[in-house]
């Protein structure tokens, strides 16, 4: 047997992190000089401090000690449901920060107050108050700092007394925030922007009287918070948004001009404020520029708004790549776009049936399109753009191998095949960020058998310096255990279509010949996510092969980076396709000799969850257990931006939600089930499993569960964490799920 320490999950949820230092929210000053990063603390793998690395000296400095200046103030609950947004919840410390212009300092919040950091050390507190200062940021050029409070926009200069500059119009009227779905759906956090210049701010004005309200009860260990929750479920009201220009007084206002040159075959005639803002932006014409999406998301206008007057005009348009209205797509949205000095705009799309990057060429009223990069692979990240050397820097999958993201640089002199050059090694799979001026990139990646590792290069992809080696020397928290480290495995089989090839990632224990072993089926199955990747998945699988499982998770169809055809079966269509193709990845393991095919056991949440139900509901007998968390059961209670994205206004299509819903066929599970759930879950909301619940409860239906007070979709932390994945296989063990004696 192999010598090495066997994982618990006691120890994989414990400080330090056995992935090592994860530092976040990297960044480069405005003049390339320092590097500045959120990193964790040993004794506390979830508070982060703020550190400095000089590249002229190599020097590490903890530029702000969070446990040291803050003050542990509550945070406001608007605040707290902003982290959820975000997927920091959890975290404590310092989560953001902001560089001042001329790289002498940073923004720092930290317990619902604003910092200064200087780089000398000093640290400047700007706001004291009860209340909490939401969506800060430094103006353009550094002389005020805004902030959101009690639904209005304040702006101050530095170091004077804040204002707000936006009225105060009662508890439907928010000033400045991003609204619900614009938070959860469309990774848009924010809901103001400063002008490069510091004259005009754009200002989000967000009526919710029209939206539905959820009464959420947040039920925690020793007492129960109702909130009533403005929440768009699918096929109701979005809240009304508007945008407004002003100067930082907040004089001078003009509302801009958002409904005008609405195509009626794509927007609601009867209604022209039933769309998305999707993006907003300053160009370097110092016009404001706005991405108008329809509310089925299969069409979106570019407007160019004039910052004086409000007016705006049509300047680009983006359809959906299945075509026509009504062939079955949807426009994923990206931040994959920027706009250059000479007034060109790099643009980023699927319109040829994989995302690609294209150029708009200045001059010519952005009719004169360029296409950049072309093949069956997909751009998963434009990075940035040495505007000088006129290179393009992109990550996106290798061809023929989905499994791996490289970094590439892409001469615009010379663009496809010709012009680009990949920047970084094989075996590994990367993400990348740069400097606005496009010298210096910062690299991040793993391998199977390699903790994420981040360093500086140049922009030939020379590494320059560590950010974080985080090699696995004796003093690295994983090294104990890295002598019982199993490889995965990775291999394909057909999809239910017979045709498509669909990518597995397996990991064994040990294994004795003759023997047969358990499967933990790990699925989330939904859109979105890429699980099977050549990266580092951390300690947790690990340990569920420790205890004697195997390993096993399969992308279906309907899953991210293998182009629209990939993506396109689950149009109209969720819970249908992506339990066919699991059901081969299961019918697979059962043909695998040292495979117990009597023991695949099911774990998802989220979309995992709902996946794991309707995979039950559909195939009784095939699996031996299922764990289901934090499901969304009917999808008539999830958000609009979302879930008409994939499956159309449950007004117009009400056969596809009640095909797509896990309640009516909920009676057929027959299979062991494990129902898990947090009792303060404001995204998938609790009355997703309470339905579930009643309906198994009143038709006999047995089932365990595992409910979690005062636990949002996030059930996690040192303590939580270990006693869900130990509920988790005690249900297991209780049922047979066992590994062979």
């Known amino acids: 047997m192999t010598e090495g320490l066997d994982l618990t999950f006691e120890r994989v949820f414990a400080s330090p992190s056995l992935n090592g230092p994860s530092p976040r929210e990297a960044k480069l000053s405005p003049d390339g000089r320092y590097l500045t990063v959120l990193r964790n603390r040993d004794d506390d793998l979830e508070r982060y401090d703020l550190w400095g690395f000089d590249r002229e000296t190599s020097e590490w400095t903890m530029l702000v000690d969070s446990e040291r200046l803050g003050t542990g103030r509550e945070l406001s609950e608007d605040e707290k449901m902003q982290r959820e947004r975000a997927r920091v919840g959890n975290l404590k410390g310092i989560i953001s920060y902001q560089w001042a212009s001329d790289g002498t300092g940073v923004l720092v919040p930290l317990d619902g107050d604003l910092y200064l950091a200087k780089l000398d050390g000093t640290v400047t507190r700007l706001t004291d108050t009860e209340e909490s200062e939401l969506n800060p940021k430094l103006s353009s050029k550094g002389r005020y700092v805004s902030f959101v409070r009690d639904r209005q926009l304040w702006v101050g200069e530095v170091g004077m007394e804040a204002a707000p500059i936006t009225p105060k119009e009662g508890d439907t009227i928010r000033w400045g925030e991003a609204e619900f779905v614009a938070q959860e759906e469309m990774s848009r956090l924010t809901g103001y922007w400063w002008e490069p210049n510091d004259l005009r701010i754009a200002v989000q004005r967000t009526d919710e009287e029209r939206v539905g309200i959820v009464t959420r009860a947040a039920i925690g260990a020793a007492g129960t918070k109702v909130f009533d929750q403005r929440y768009p479920v699918a096929g109701s009201d979005n809240a009304v948004v508007e945008l407004f220009l002003m100067d930082p007084d907040g004089g001078n206002q003009v509302k801009v001009d958002l409904t005008s040159n609405q195509d009626p075959a794509y927007y609601n005639a009867d209604d022209p404020t039933d769309f998305y803002i999707a993006r907003v932006d300053w160009g370097p014409d110092d016009y404001l520029y706005v991405q108008r999406q329809n509310r089925e998301q299969t069409w979106m206008d570019l407007l160019r708004v004039n910052p004086s007057s409000g007016a705006s005009e049509i300047v680009l348009q983006e ?411 005690t249900f297991l063990e209780r049922n047979g799920v066992t590994p062979p004696e």
């Not at 000799?593 to 949440?605: C, H, M, N, P």
Request: hydrophobic fraction near 35%; charge should be negative; proline fraction near 5%.
């Open 319 to 729: 359809q959906d790549a299945g075509g026509p209205k009504g062939k079955g797509y949807w426009i994923n949205l990206s931040d994959n776009y920027k706009f250059l000095k000479d007034g060109s705009l790099l643009w980023w799309s699927e319109r040829d049936g994989f995302a690609h990057l294209y150029l708009y060429l200045a001059g010519e009223d952005w009719r004169s399109l360029q296409q950049l990069t072309k093949g069956r692979y997909v751009v998963t990240k434009l990075v940035g753009v040495d505007q000088e050397a006129g290179l393009v820097y992109y990550t996106a999958t290798s061809e023929g191998d989905p499994l791996e993201q490289h970094v590439y640089a892409l001469d615009l002199a010379r663009p496809r095949a010709s012009g680009v050059t990949r920047l970084t090694e094989s075996d590994y799979t990367h993400t990348a960020s740069m400097d606005e001026a496009g010298k210096t990139l910062l690299i991040s990646r793993s391998s199977r058998n390699q903790p994420p590792q981040s360093y500086i290069a140049d922009g030939t992809g020379l590494r320059l310096a560590w950010v974080e080696e985080n090699a696995l020397d004796a003093d690295h928290p994983y090294t104990p255990y890295v002598a019982s480290h199993r490889q995965p495995e990775f291999g394909t089989i057909k999809a239910a279509d017979g045709e498509t090839d669909l990518y597995w990632k397996m990991v064994t224990p040990e294994m004795e010949p003759g023997k047969k072993y358990p499967v933990f089926y790990y699925h989330y199955s939904g859109p979105g996510p890429q699980i099977v990747t050549r990266g580092w998945d951390g300690a947790l699988q690990q340990a569920v092969v420790d205890a004697g499982y195997i390993w096993f998770e399969l992308d279906n169809r309907g899953t991210a980076n293998r182009g629209v055809d990939f993506e396109q079966p689950l149009y109209r269509a969720m819970g249908g396709v992506e339990v066919e193709d699991q059901k081969g990845g299961a019918e697979f393991l059962k043909t695998l000799d040292y495979v117990d095919a009597d023991k695949i056991a099911l774990y998802g949440w989220s979309y995992g969850g709902y996946m794991t139900l309707k995979q039950m509901q559909a195939d009784p007998g095939l699996y031996a257990a299922g764990i289901s968390g934090a499901p969304v059961t009917k999808w008539e209670l999830y958000d609009t931006h979302y879930t008409e994205r994939y499956m159309g206004d449950p007004r117009e299509v009400t056969e596809a939600y009640e095909t797509a819903s896990a309640i009516p066929d909920a009676t057929k599970i027959s299979d062991p089930l494990l129902l898990i759930h947090g009792m303060a879950d404001d995204n998938v909301v609790f009355e997703n499993s309470s339905e579930l619940i009643s309906v198994l409860q009143e038709n006999n239906v047995p089932f365990e569960m595992m409910l979690y007070p005062g636990y949002t979709h996030r059930v996690a932390g040192e303590n939580i964490s270990p006693h869900l994945w130990n509920t988790i296989f």
